[in-house]
């Protein structure tokens, strides 16, 4: 079945450590996107790919570090600077161009921290 | 002005009536409009999205869009208990990726 798989679903970080949530594709699609959402809001975009090898800043990236070696790939890196980690870590594709922006979501990656 | 707003609810309705849920958005330059629906604890899905103005139906929803006024709506019709949920509205941007509201949450009473 084509879709986005993300892993693990729930993820306990202590203090000072860095933590690594994965998200992988098989729809073929270009873009790839990390949204944060918080209980009660709507979803804040962290970091977003186009393509491999390359990537922009969200409107929260601070305390975050992604990758795109690979097309079906976008792991996001929570670091220890981000001081308040916990929330519903989303990762969603998109194909590229007007018309394709329609986005796919993973079931998601609930992060705590101990 | 938030560049994408929504009555944050919650919105409660009868089943069977009509749900009307409102998003207003500042970007004049934007050209897409979605309607996620996201279930407690789960991601959100796709269910309506609209490029031009006028009405576009798809079952029992119908999203709606003035881009004069910025406005754009979704109705779903004949609700239904498993229409509870929180619904997004989300609006593209120039740097071609999506900005959500915060979502209204709402309730169909049997």
């Known amino acids: 079945d084509g879709g986005i798989t993300q892993s693990p679903k729930y993820l306990f970080r202590k203090e000072g450590q860095n933590v690594t949530l994965s998200c992988e594709q098989n729809l073929n699609h270009d873009a790839m996107y990390w949204y944060r959402q918080d209980p009660g809001q709507g979803l804040r975009l962290i970091y977003y790919?186009?393509?491999?090898?390359?990537?922009q800043k969200g409107d929260i990236a601070e305390g975050y570090s992604v990758s795109r070696e690979k097309k079906e790939s976008f792991p996001l890196t929570v670091t220890s600077a981000q001081k308040n980690p916990t929330a519903f870590y989303l990762c969603?594709?998109?194909?590229?161009?007007?018309?394709?922006?329609?986005?796919?979501f993973g079931s998601g990656t609930q992060l705590s921290v101990l | 002005q938030k560049e994408v707003e929504q009555n944050s609810g919650p919105l409660s309705v009868p089943e069977g009536a009509i749900a009307s849920l409102n998003c207003t958005y500042s970007d004049r330059g934007s050209q897409s409009f979605f309607w996620y629906r996201q279930y407690s604890g789960k991601s959100p899905e796709l269910i309506m999205f609209?490029?031009?103005?006028g009405d576009k139906e798809d079952g029992r929803f119908t999203a709606q869009l003035n881009k004069a006024s910025q406005y754009v709506s979704l109705l779903i019709r004949d609700s239904q208990p498993s229409d509870s949920a929180t619904y997004l509205c989300a609006v593209n941007r120039r740097a071609n990726n999506l900005f959500f509201g915060t979502g209204t949450r709402l309730t169909v009473i049997p």
């Open positions: 790919s186009q393509i491999v090898n390359d990537f």
């Open positions: 609209i490029y031009s103005n």
């Open positions: 969603a594709s998109s194909g590229t161009g007007a018309g394709n922006e329609k986005l796919f």
